[in-house]
């Protein structure tokens, strides 16, 4: 068998550099008992940390190559359990309640991060790496120019911190932007529910889909509602109609969505 060799396709690079492995595990305050669930174990180095500090690991990988390597030097480990699949496929609700962990592809990074959105009752604590701009839209506040619909649904339903930049040295291939690694901690309870929870997201979401145009330009096109009764809608609710949806903390878009929901 040849070197092993990164596929393009997959986005994959693999992190080499052991203290920051122990950094990630330990971000996750692993109690023996525990269920985590890595996305993309890639070559290990997370892997063989989290096995001898938690219960039970699901570790969810798309490369058979990988899959192979890694059956083969721990598949005997007790609690150790390998999934080969794409992680957007795996069906995450019949492991209860666990902990993710995981370098996530570039590429698919938005993709994952609403994939545990749609599952948030099934998952406590999250540690995720990512591409640095996109670790931007994931932590931003209100008045950033990161801000946006990703961020508002976050907010609603977890806790979110910054942990620690990693350089691309630390990676193999190496990437040519820095990474950062977060931790999302779930709510007891959201902030806030909705009985519909598909209205909840399309408003958001209608919102920041042209940042260049006011809020009320913005839901006027995608509700179908007339300008004058969206801005109705805004008085309502506090809010300037000169203003963009990067202006809004998580709770006007609450109070919009409410009022809304009675004028659609």
């Known amino acids: 068998m040849g070197p092993f060799r990164p596929r393009r396709s997959l986005g994959q690079s693999f992190l080499i550099h052991k203290p920051t492995a122990d950094l990630l595990v330990a971000a996750l305050n692993l109690k023996s008992g525990d269920t985590v669930l890595e996305?993309?174990?890639g070559k290990g180095i997370l892997t063989r940390r989290l096995v001898e500090k938690a219960g039970r690991v699901v570790a969810v990988e798309i490369?058979?190559?990988?899959?192979?390597?890694?059956?083969?030097?721990?598949?005997?480990?007790?609690?150790?359990?390998?999934?080969?699949?794409?992680f957007m496929a795996y069906n995450m609700k019949p492991l209860g309640c666990v902990k993710v962990i995981g370098n996530l592809p570039y590429s698919i990074s938005s993709q994952i991060l609403f994939r545990l959105l749609d599952s948030v009752n099934v998952w406590e604590m999250a540690v995720l790496t990512a591409q640095r701009e996109f670790a931007r839209r994931v932590l931003a506040g209100p008045g950033t120019k990161a801000y946006g619909a990703l961020s508002v649904f976050l907010e609603r339903v977890c806790k979110r911190e910054k942990l620690f930049d990693i350089p691309p040295l630390h990676f193999r291939p190496?990437?040519?932007?820095?990474?950062?690694?977060?931790?999302?901690?779930?709510?007891?309870?959201?902030?806030?529910?909705?009985?519909?929870?598909?209205?909840?997201?399309?408003?958001?979401?209608?919102?920041?889909?042209?940042?260049?145009?006011?809020?009320?330009?913005?839901?006027?096109?995608?509700?179908?509602?007339?300008?004058?009764?969206?801005?109705?809608?805004?008085?309502?609710c506090g809010i300037d109609v000169r203003a963009r949806a990067e202006s809004l903390d998580v709770w006007k878009f609450r109070c919009l969505v409410r009022v809304a929901e009675s004028s659609v």
């Open 39 to 41: 996305i993309g174990p």
């Open 63 to 86: 490369d058979e190559r990988l899959v192979r390597q890694l059956q083969s030097e721990l598949g005997c480990h007790p609690g150790f359990e390998l999934v080969h699949l794409d």
């Open 174 to 236: 190496r990437p040519d932007v820095v990474s950062t690694s977060f931790r999302l901690t779930k709510r007891q309870e959201p902030l806030f529910t909705f009985n519909d929870e598909v209205f909840f997201k399309r408003v958001v979401k209608a919102g920041f889909r042209q940042r260049r145009k006011t809020l009320a330009n913005n839901l006027s096109a995608e509700l179908g509602l007339k300008k004058e009764d969206v801005d109705n809608l805004l008085a309502e």
